[in-house]
């Protein structure tokens, strides 16, 4: 179905001859994508056969003199001379693939504020691998779910180039590109997100294009175009000796491993691949630092000959000005913590007779923002639907500071916990505009603790802990505002022993502790023979107190000792790069991770922290895990029962796995063990235990009103 929006194609051109006839050829023949295609050629001084080439393609040609030339000006001049309502510009070797035109045109009804749309610019058969490599990796970064188009707004990926871009005419009416000497594209992008537009990266809009010099040019070329980041964005590229190692070192690595894989001796590239990456990390910094240069070096080491002058130094006789600001939309993140220092915590109202023993309650928990496969999500749902089905009711408030589930309304976030986590009952509010009150609050993480002491009309405030979430963070507000919220005045309902000790004896608070759940209908061995030498990875490398980096180093040294060893990576739709093959399996439902437990031979989930709960679903399966060493999990597991315990280091690890692929007796004594230690650990069991936290703070709460 062709478009409704009128095409001009601008191609500017110099000695272009090696791909034009193609290109030309390529774009006419995709016409009928439009309402409407025109084309124009702007020679600026071929000595070839361009010009002769493009009037017999059928194009339209401009010819200015090679002064007139500007990468800024020479485009907005292309757009002047032709009437699309829709503006396209290719470089003379970007040849479009098949499904180009309208690619790029659909990106343009993703959303009204799209001005500009880009595509992908994919290796010529001629490509050397490093580029190849380099090309399908970058572009794969701008791709949406599952390679979909992406829209890309303030914040997000700022790259657009014009070797392969679309600009509705409105947009370039609007901002126009600036008369600069380099990178007239990347400013456009950076004035466009600044002007309230955003972009699209179309990856069916593709066009076969590669800049693939002999090593000097290639060396020269990236002199010119990191000078004109410098110029255009104000880049200055790090170099060093040692990062300059470790980076040449990991890019050969990486194209040997991509020339293998793709059925290519790497031996015969290493040197080139050497020489290319070398090259580049110091052209491009000293192409960042091109005003240092005298200007007859310049000359020698730029493509184009050209050279940028040092700024002549200006005198500075006022105060520099700035660009003034409108105040933020919403208030800051934890503005939370603001108002409780200020303000202090609301009131409660007294309890009611039957309250902290029988009588059924109105339950309101705060939690977090969520996305699907989050294990701490699924606790709070899997405990707060059975207390529901206990006789309780119970709202849940999201809150939500940074606006992650802003384009969600409550009743879609409703379906997404009932169809993710469980099946809930209660109302979904997001924010608390809508506060209505309720016999206990309860706050589910550090976030929401400061909201819940703020929320007025409550009887009892209870803190649901699942993690020492100070540990999340690095030295940090969030770290120290964390760790505040255990000082607030709530009894804390812990998920281990570890933590109920730390809340007691560090915080001075109260205590309360509930065991993970596990569900026996969902997670149970299921009929099906189970893989040799398989591992169930939870390769969250996202979230840092799961140490994948050291599970990664310890399937690298199980891998040499068993190269048949099978990886199969769950837990993160975002892949992971292994030192071994694997498989990415990404965020399974409860039944697919089932199937995954009930096929693998050994588990391997780390926790830097609170211990997990998903080596108890894998041993509710028959499989045996490996975890680390740790308080928390010997709380829980003690030091030699079900879960095999190791060192934190990456050999001693591999030797835990090791061991239990190769000892029958003991892989079959620690499934055996799981199956007991699971067999009594139900989320009906983890509710009655939150519920009897619950019961305890209102008679807390009860007994410091008397």
Known sequence: MSSTRSVSVIVPVKDGERYLAELLAAVFAQAEAAASLDVLVIDSGSSDRSVVIARAAGATVLEIEPSEF????????????????????????????????????????????VGAVYGPHLARPDTSPMIARELAEFFATHEGPNGSTAVHGRGDNPFLSNVNAAYLRSCWEALRFPEIAYSEDQAFARA???????????????????????????????????????????????????????????????????????????????????????????????GSRAERIPPVLQRRISLEGTVTERAAPTEIDAPPAGKPIPAARRPPAWDAVRRYSKEGPAPLLPVLPGQDT???????????????????????FQIMWRLELA???????????????????PAR????????????????????DDWFGADVIVATGWQTAHPVMLLPACRARAYLVHDHEPEFY???????????????????ICASPWLEEIMRTKYGRTTSVFDFGVDHDVYRPRPIPRE??????????????????????????????????????????????????????GVLSHEQLSWVFSQS??????????????????????????????????????????????????????????????????????????????????????????????????????????
């Open 70 to 113: 500007g990468h800024g000006r020479t485009r907005n001049l292309g757009a002047e001379r032709t009437p699309g309502e829709i503006i396209v510009f290719l470089t003379q070797d970007a040849t479009p693939a098949q499904g180009w035109l309208a690619g790029l045109l659909t990106g343009f009804d993703l959303a009204g504020d």
């Open 413 to 432: 976030i409703r379906r997404d916990i009932r169809e993710w986590f469980a099946p809930i009952a209660g109302p979904v509010f997001k924010g608390f």
């Open 358 to 380: 029988d009588a059924p309650l109105h339950i309101a928990c705060v939690i977090p923002p969520f996305s699907r496969g989050s294990g701490g999500h699924n606790s709070i």
């Open 601 to 706: 031979t050994v588990g391997l989930v780390l926790s830097l922290t609170n211990y997990s709960l998903i080596p108890q679903e894998m041993l509710a399966c028959g499989l045996p895990c490996a975890d680390l060493a740790s308080i928390s999990a010997e709380s829980v597991f003690g030091p030699d029962g079900p879960v095999k315990l190791s060192a934190p280091d990456p050999v001693g690890l591999a030797n835990a796995l090791d061991a239990l692929m190769s000892d029958e007796i003991e892989w079959r004594s620690r499934a055996d063990a799981g199956t007991a230690f699971v067999a009594d650990r139900t989320w009906d069991q983890a509710a009655q235990q939150v519920a009897a936290g619950i019961r305890r703070t209102i008679k807390l709460a009860s007994k410091a009103r008397r």
């Open 192 to 286: 466009l997100v600044e002007a309230g537009w955003k972009k699209a990266y179309a990856p069916q809009a593709a066009v076969l294009h590669a800049h693939d010099y002999p090593p000097v040019q290639f060396m020269q070329r990236y002199f010119d175009e990191y000078r004109g980041l410098r110029t255009t964005l104000g880049h200055i590229e790090p170099i060093g000796v040692r990062s300059t190692y470790r980076d040449v070192r990991s890019l050969v690595s990486a194209d040997r491993a991509w020339l293998t894989a793709n059925g290519v001796d790497a031996r015969g590239w290493t040197r080139r691949s050497l020489t290319h990456h070398t090259g580049r990390k110091v052209f491009s910094a000293l």
């Open 391 to 409: 006789g309780h009711t119970v709202s849940y408030w999201i809150h939500d500071p940074f606006g992650e589930l802003d384009g969600d309304r």
């Open 474 to 492: 690095a030295t940090s507000v969030e770290s120290m505002f964390a760790e505040q919220t255990y000082s607030l005045d709530m009894h804390a």
């Open 532 to 585: 040799p030498e398989t591992i169930a990875l939870y390769g969250r490398a996202g979230t840092p107190r799961r140490a994948v980096p050291l599970a990664l180093m310890a399937l690298q040294e199980l891998k040499e000792r068993r190269p048949n060893l099978r990886v199969l990576s769950f837990g993160s739709d975002i892949e992971i790069d292994m030192p071994v093959t694997h498989e990415h399996l």
